[in-house]
């Protein structure tokens, strides 16, 4: 089974609008960090936010949150407010305490977002 | 702060010859660094975990003797893609740990590989 699922092909988004991107995970570690990271397309991978298994608040970084459903293991990132500079690929990522050695993290397929202006 | 660089940004070269691919932490030392792998349109596949001092530990399916990692220093690691053919034409990525009370992997701008 896929650690990381991101199913949406492809989403688009009018500007200034809020857009939601999926994430269901499959673990069977009680401990666990949850990473979104955009991709533009210069290819860069740049970090926006992190949950842990065991924190109790949804993450929040300025435009970004993270709706975390523990129970029903998904971990979807909201962007409020949508510039055109969010137009990117977004990765869902998992790391494993225990049973993901050194740290490595696993990737989805990735969800590409267009804003449209 | 945590700033990966990654050196060349781009590189063409010819089947058959070497390639160097260097990452480096800037600001930070990182005992772990990791190398991906990614076509484009798809995810990043991680080729192996680099750690200062010891071998890389490889993924399955990644060839040892083709991907040659060191990581020789707190703040260097290095990919060697030897004897590079055509299908090794791909996008890498590399990326270094950091604790910020979670471990997290900053990334570097990547090196865009093209084996004519």
């Known amino acids: 089974a896929q650690k990381i699922t991101q199913t949406q092909p492809g989403m688009f988004v009018q500007e200034k609008e809020a857009v939601t991107l999926d994430c269901t995970y499959d673990?069977?570690?009680?401990?666990?960090?949850l990473f979104w990271y955009k991709q533009p397309s210069s290819g860069e991978m740049i970090f926006l936010i992190y949950q842990g298994s065991y924190d109790q608040q949804n993450a929040t970084e300025g435009r970004y949150s993270l709706n975390f459903q523990k129970a029903r293991k998904s971990a979807n990132l909201v962007i409020s407010a949508s510039q055109l500079g969010d137009s990117a690929m977004y990765f869902c990522a998992m790391r494993e305490r225990y049973t993901g050695a050194n740290s490595k993290l696993t990737f989805g397929k990735g969800i590409t977002l267009s804003v449209r202006p | 702060g945590a700033v990966v660089s990654q050196h060349p940004s781009w590189v063409i070269c010819k089947s058959g010859t070497s390639v160097k691919i260097e990452c480096r932490s800037l600001?930070?030392?990182?005992?772990?660094m990791f190398w991906y792998r990614q076509f484009p349109k798809q995810s990043l596949m991680l080729m192996a975990t680099s750690n200062e001092g010891s071998k890389a530990t490889y993924e399955q399916g990644v060839e040892k003797d083709k991907f040659l990692i060191n990581h020789a220093s707190l703040t260097l690691s290095t990919l060697t893609v030897t004897s590079a053919h055509p299908e090794d034409s791909s996008f890498y990525i590399c990326?270094?740990?950091?604790?910020?009370?979670?471990?997290?992997?900053?990334f570097g701008p990547g090196t865009r590989l093209t084996v004519l």
């Open positions: 990326s270094a740990e950091y604790d910020r009370g979670y471990n997290e992997q900053f």
């Open positions: 600001d930070f030392q990182a005992t772990t």
């Open positions: 673990t069977s570690d009680p401990s666990y960090g």
